[in-house]
């Protein structure tokens, strides 16, 4: 069963922007502890941005002052902006959750920390 469904993921080219969207079933993402991921051809699977507890929210340092993550109004959708998008961001972008039933301490980009995965959406960027 996919509990989780991202959507959004495009070509652009260098310096363009694209959002994208993950729409969870049931109460998926209605726990604080939400990110997303990325993985590239041949690299491990990355934390790019992430929120906790208290809305905190972290974010890789190759994303930071570029991408935003955030909720969709009136929704537990899952949101991930990212502008002046460069080359090296192309790869597959993943919404992970950790179980509302689980304790969230802290905000993490580790993916030892999240329990459900979406399918992904790819992001491809040209220079």
């Known amino acids: 069963q996919v509990l989780l469904v991202e959507s959004g993921g495009g070509s652009v080219r260098a310096g363009g922007s694209l959002r994208l969207s993950c729409r969870g079933s049931g109460s998926i993402l209605s726990g604080p502890c939400v990110a997303w991921f990325r993985q590239a051809p041949g690299k491990e699977r990355e934390g790019v941005a992430a929120t906790g507890p208290n809305g905190n929210t972290d974010y890789a340092d190759s994303v930071k002052g570029r991408f935003t993550i955030s909720r969709a109004g009136g929704t537990n959708d899952l949101l991930l902006q990212m502008d002046n998008l460069k080359p090296d961001d192309t790869a597959m972008y993943y919404c992970?959750?950790?179980?509302?039933?689980?304790?969230?301490?802290?905000?993490?980009?580790?993916?030892?920390?999240?329990?459900?995965w979406g399918q992904g959406t790819q992001v491809t960027v040209s220079s």
């Open positions: 992970a959750a950790r179980r509302p039933s689980s304790a969230c301490l802290f905000t993490s980009l580790s993916r030892s920390r999240y329990d459900e």
